[in-house]
């Protein structure tokens, strides 16, 4: 290992590679702590929480890639899994490549993970939510620089937004999320109703869409992104093509300088 990642990884050494996360209790909401921790270690650390509180919607898989891209681009990348099933962990397991990072931690930790990743110059953090465990996603929001909230364009995924959107108005998160349509399907008008429906909740949806498409499957079988496992594919190009709109994102926001949230219009 590197003599700067193992640097970096020291800092990480009260939090074990898996940690059994079957008996964590549930935290008052109003317990919940938050740091701001993003210019320790003299890096201008970045957090994107990924949460959604139906299962099945792609958060593990767009939070693994987003990281992966990261890492690609010369950045100092960690993922932070909170989800019970580890579904992250695992991934990073399979992994051969060197990087991104991937820790587990409770959701009660998660500040005090966040505070050791911006210690060790970590300089994108992507921290991955489990499904219907408010804890996790008001804590992530609250620590987040910008929330994506991945959706599949069916009927069943979009009746759950308006609880994640309330959860993460509950967090006091420093902007509105974004809402990633995920898994969209070859039909323009399907997506396009998909959209229409989100906006009706009052959520901001994302230009970049991700199709559904097998690679994402065999990637995450080897420990990869789409962008290793296939890089000329049309999955990988979309991945890019997200990332890239997500750092513009995250860009304008720290010029700005300020809180990005507005108020919600109701429909």
Not at 1 to 10: F, I, N, Y
Not at 81 to 105: F, T
């Amino acid at each position: 290992m590197p003599a700067e990642r193992s640097g970096a990884l020291k800092y990480f050494k009260g939090l074990p590679s898996y940690v059994d996360q079957s008996t964590v209790r549930e935290c008052e909401l109003s317990k919940f702590r938050h740091f701001d921790v993003s210019t320790l270690g003299g890096v201008r650390m970045k957090t994107i929480a990924v949460v959604a509180q139906k299962g099945g919607s792609g958060k593990s898989t767009l939070a693994t890639a987003l990281a992966v891209e990261a890492q690609a681009a010369g950045k100092h990348a960690l993922i932070i899994d909170l989800d019970p099933q580890a579904s992250a962990c695992r991934w990073g397991d399979r992994r051969q490549a060197e990087g991104p990072s991937v820790i587990d931690a409770q959701p009660a930790r998660l500040p005090q993970a966040l505070e050791r990743a911006a210690k060790a110059g970590f300089e994108l953090v992507v921290v991955d939510t489990p499904a219907r465990v408010e804890s996790a996603a008001v804590e992530a929001s609250r620590a987040a620089d910008l929330i994506l909230i991945p959706c599949r364009p069916s009927l069943l995924d979009i009746e759950t937004l308006a609880n994640t959107r309330d959860l993460v108005e509950r967090s006091g998160a420093k902007q509105n999320p974004l809402v990633v349509i995920n898994a969209a399907t070859t039909s323009a008008n399907r997506n396009a109703q998909a959209v229409d429906a989100v906006q009706s909740l009052g959520l901001k949806v994302c230009e970049v869409q991700i199709g559904q498409r097998v690679a994402f499957e065999y990637a995450g079988r080897l420990g990869q992104s789409v962008t290793e496992y296939e890089p000329k594919g049309t999955a990988a190009a979309e991945v890019r093509t997200l990332y890239a709109s997500i750092c513009r994102i995250l860009e304008s926001s720290t010029r700005r300088g300020v809180d990005t949230k507005k108020k919600r219009v109701k429909p």
